[in-house]
């Protein structure tokens, strides 16, 4: 299984930006998808999260601003960034819960990261 991020790069402050994360390989079925981000000298911290149902979860710092969703024919999350804010930038990593073989066993995969930069 494969996690391909796309999406990122440099951006005012205010701007948007549309990340994108294609699952590919060996998947049976998908459970949560999400997105991190990690800044320099920081934690790798939780932004946002989309389950199977459609049922989304988002860190108080980007409520109201960033939206999550996802297509389930196409094994992609999507994250829309809004009124993007300086300490928004990093680097955003895509993750998903995928049962790969109807093993009803789940297993986290990650993807490569995609940079978001947002500075004047």
């Known amino acids: 299984v494969q996690l391909q991020a796309s999406g990122g790069g440099l951006v005012q402050p205010g701007g948007s930006l549309r990340l994108s994360c294609a699952a590919s390989?060996?998947?049976?079925?998908?459970?949560?998808m999400g997105w991190y981000r990690q800044a320099p000298g920081k934690r790798r911290e939780l932004v946002a999260t989309?389950?199977?149902?459609?049922?989304?979860y988002y860190a108080d710092s980007v409520k109201g601003r960033f939206t999550i969703s996802r297509d389930n024919a196409k094994n992609t999350v999507y994250l829309q960034m809004k009124s993007l804010k300086p300490e928004d930038t990093a680097v955003y990593f895509c993750?998903?819960?995928?049962?790969?073989?109807?093993?009803?066993?789940?297993?986290?995969?990650w993807g490569q990261g995609t940079q978001v930069t947002v500075s004047s």
């Open positions: 993750n998903a819960a995928i049962d790969q073989y109807g093993s009803r066993s789940y297993r986290d995969f």
């Open positions: 390989g060996a998947i049976f079925s998908i459970n949560a």
């Open positions: 989309i389950n199977g149902g459609g049922g989304t």
